[in-house]
């Protein structure tokens, strides 16, 4: 099965209302985010988004036009997913009773998952990577019973010295 | 006190590609000493250098500040309207009459969300427009403020761009972008949102302002590569249709339109929103193609092998059902917009850039005559240009008299375009009146026919024709309007009279909301659910001649046919004030030919049941009721 999925990265200028008028821009078209992340970049005046979005190509075509279109988007950049990184971060608390806590343990271990909180009942792990890892360790987390779980947004790069900021300043 | 360089303004606006020098000459001349101003003061002022000629607004307490140094101003001439509306189509018809861009101001809150109907009209229809609006004190915004409105969150999506603006300092940078995005490469509105202590403010005003606009480049110079391409698809087709749209006219290329098809003998469609890029009178014209087009411009877009596509947008109303539009012709889209490639048809050869700068680049590939080139020449396409030449005088539009006496809408709307010429200005609202306007008067010239294609505004044409006039004062401008889109922003016409400003306006009265009941009568069984508006026919309310006299205007009535002629020519007579004229039609005309919505554009049909039939020679071709055409299918 092929993937849907298409990672963007936008950069925009730092500016109010540019993040509003991106998503209404998706959610006008009826277009179905999957993750949105957004942060500054190196420079000050350009933030940057991470847009992952799930359509066709077609689609894909015209909703990379439109964002072009908009007058604070600096540029639009599909990554590649074989010549990028993406990453996410996900904190996620599982019920750890005494009886149980050398398992989570373990998987933590296993993820490279770091214990940010414990409590005699509860414990709060926190894991980079990309989707399929985190999955992998929800999986597994999932039987002690997941009590709360929250997830940033993917952030991706692409691989190599090259940089699509330095590319957007003119 | 004399400013400096008072009377050097900005006014080139339609140019998207002014030279550099011409740039830096512009910026010198207008170049002006920092003074300490209000904020108020410096949008004024800034609305002076930028070209401004004509603001169209209402005065409400946050923009007050900004009306008190508007009405000192010598060069930017305030017309005060009835509603805010009227404001935003005044400065459609302005803009689409002269080619600059059309402003409008108004208040915040209730003032700002009147305009909204006017800012997403323009917005689909790529009509360079600036609106400026008051919006409560920074301090306030967000705590649901008197008349408080997040009017730039409300017009994010029918807008090309917006601002809010919270710093005096900032003023004449956005006023100078603002007119500069709603003017180059696709154009459209732009909002200007202005906090009242922003008005109030002491600031610095200098200009030129410096953009800051990074991520705003539009390509205007087509690929090289893109033109050879399209010449090659030229060279290889032999029934090819330039489909000219809206775009033409926006860029001014109505000249290298008419060069393009007269070097090559292509046939040419004008859109709706392209009526007059191309002359009517022109033997290679097939008129408009859609739903409601004639015969010869959609069957010729239906039967193409190449559609050479400028600055149009495949429209649901061209194309009908998109699976079945044009089935065999390859497709070369040109527009500035790169986002209408592709966008509802994929195109073979897109090319990115101005219209006019596009079609003057074929030009010059066809006239150079290499390679590929020296294919494309009127002998080429001499038998298709015979055969859609063919359809055009065999199925012109039409209508049938319902009797002797009764006034056929159709009949109004060519006489007045007969009588008032390719000179005029025409306006329609939006409806039947507006189609047989579209179809029945002859255009010539280019920002000769302003109407809302996109959004389909029912009561824009009185404030367009009203902002017409101010643009094109010594040109007539007649307001096509229905009884229905005419009691939408008829109280403009105290605009008007009050400003000198003598607009002529023809109510195609059917007493009706015509074009949805012509649907009631398609498709609904003559159930006519909601569309008597009793203006004509059993009552008039309200007596249109009365309405008009009202407001100190001439107000005139026709009945019957016999008195036609007479009153379109005492209406073009009547130069000091606005005539409206209150013709009483026959309310059960239709508009023809019509494609049904939502099918092929091969079932269009000629008259009510009837569709051309085509299995003779083309040329021939023959109206037939459609029972007879079944069994070919």
Redesign the interface.
């Known amino acids: 099965m092929t993937s849907t999925k298409h990672t963007l990265s936008v950069l925009?200028?730092n500016k109010?209302?540019v993040l509003?008028?991106i998503s209404?821009?998706f959610s006008?078209r009826g277009f179905n985010i999957d993750s949105l992340a957004v942060g500054p970049t190196e420079h000050p005046e350009i933030s940057r988004m991470t847009v992952v979005v799930d359509v066709d190509l077609?689609p894909l075509?015209?909703v990379t036009?439109?964002l072009?279109?908009?007058?604070?988007?600096?540029k639009v950049v599909e990554l590649d997913p074989l010549s990028s990184v993406t990453s996410q971060v996900v904190l996620v608390k599982v019920r750890a009773e005494a009886s149980q806590r050398s398992g989570i343990l373990e998987t933590a271990q296993m993820f490279k998952a770091k214990i940010v909180d414990t409590t005699p009942e509860a414990m709060t792990l926190q894991v980079y990577g990309n989707s399929d890892k985190i999955s992998a360790m929800l999986e597994i987390l999932q039987p002690y019973g997941i009590k709360e779980l929250v997830q940033s947004g993917v952030v991706a790069i692409g691989r190599g010295p090259r940089s699509i900021t330095d590319r957007s300043?003119? | 006190m004399a400013r400096p360089n008072e009377g050097h303004t900005v006014t080139d606006t339609r140019s998207s590609t002014p030279s550099p020098a011409a740039v830096a000459r512009r910026a010198e001349a207008a170049r002006s000493v920092p003074e300490q101003v209000t904020g108020a003061s410096s949008l004024v002022r800034a609305l002076e250098h930028v070209g401004a000629q004509v603001v169209f607004g209402i005065p409400g307490g946050a923009i007050l500040p900004a009306y008190d140094p508007l009405m000192d101003s010598t060069t930017v001439r305030h017309i005060l309207v009835r509603h805010e509306q009227g404001a935003g189509h005044a400065a459609e018809g302005y803009a689409s009459a002269t080619g600059k861009v059309g402003v409008c101001m108004a208040t915040s809150g209730p003032g700002a969300t009147n305009l909204v109907t006017a800012i997403a009209d323009a917005h689909m229809d790529s009509v360079p427009m600036v609106a400026i609006t008051g919006q409560v004190a920074s301090g306030s915004i967000g705590t649901d403020a008197f008349q408080e409105a997040d009017i730039?969150?409300i017009t994010?999506?029918v807008t090309?761009?917006n601002y809010?603006v919270t710093d005096a300092d900032d003023i004449p940078r956005v006023i100078a972008e603002a007119f500069h995005?709603a003017s180059t490469g696709r154009p459209g509105p732009v909002l200007v949102d202005i906090a009242k202590d922003a008005l109030q403010a002491t600031t610095t005003f200098r200009w030129p302002p410096r953009y800051d606009?990074?991520?705003?480049h539009p390509v205007t110079r087509p690929h090289a590569k893109q033109i050879r391409e399209a010449v090659k698809l030229m060279a290889a087709s032999e029934r090819p249709v330039i489909y000219a749209g809206g775009g033409v006219i926006r860029s001014g290329g109505h000249a290298e339109l008419l060069r393009l098809a007269e070097l090559t003998g292509i046939p040419v469609v004008t859109t709706l929103m392209a009526r007059g890029a191309f002359p009517d009178a022109h033997d290679l014209h097939l008129g408009m193609p859609g739903m409601h087009g004639s015969v010869a411009a959609v069957t010729g877009l239906q039967r193409s092998d190449l559609l050479i596509t400028i600055g149009a947008r495949f429209d649901d109303r061209v194309t009908g059902q998109l699976a079945s539009f044009a089935p065999g012709a390859r497709v070369i889209h040109a527009d500035i917009?790169?986002?209408e490639i592709?966008?509802n048809r994929?195109a073979d050869v897109p090319i990115v850039g101005d219209a006019r700068a596009i079609l003057a680049e074929l030009i010059s590939a066809v006239e150079a005559g290499e390679g590929p080139a020296a294919e494309v020449v009127p002998r080429r396409y001499a038998a298709w240009a015979a055969t859609t030449k063919g359809w055009t005088q065999d199925f012109p539009v039409g209508y049938q008299p319902h009797s002797a006496d009764a006034l056929m809408p159709q009949e109004v709307i060519r006489r007045i375009g007969e009588i008032a010429g390719p000179e005029a200005v025409y306006a329609a609202g939006v409806g039947q009146h507006q189609m047989w306007a579209a179809q029945f008067i002859d255009y010539e010239r280019p920002h000769s026919w302003l109407n809302s294609g996109g959004a389909g505004t029912m009561g824009y044409s009185v404030p367009a024709a009203m902002g017409a006039k101010v643009g094109e004062p010594d040109r007539a401008v007649w307001a096509i309007d229905g009884d229905g889109c005419f009691q939408m922003t008829n109280q403009e016409l105290a605009t008007c009279v009050i400003n000198d400003i003598p607009i002529k306006v023809a109510i195609i009265n059917n007493s009706s909301l015509g074009m949805v009941r012509q649907w009631q009568s398609l498709f609904y069984n003559e159930r006519y659910s909601n569309t008597d508006l009793h203006t004509s026919v059993g009552n008039r309310i309200p007596d249109f001649v009365k309405l008009a006299e009202a407001y100190g205007c001439v107000g005139l009535r026709c009945e019957h046919p016999d008195d036609l002629e007479a009153t379109i020519r005492e209406a073009m007579s009547i130069n000091d004030r606005p005539v409206v004229i209150d013709f009483v039609v026959e309310r059960d005309a239709m508009v023809w030919p019509m494609v049904p919505a939502g099918v092929s554009n091969d079932a269009i049909q000629v008259a009510r049941d009837t569709a051309p039939v085509w299995d003779r020679e083309d040329s021939e071709a023959v109206e037939q009721p459609e029972d007879a055409d079944q069994d070919g299918k």
């Open positions: 925009v200028e109010p209302g509003a008028r209404a821009l006008r077609l075509e015209q036009k439109q072009n279109k908009l007058v604070e988007v600096l300043r003119h | 730039r969150g994010m999506p090309k761009h809010l995005i606009l990074p991520g705003y917009d790169p986002a592709s966008k994929v």
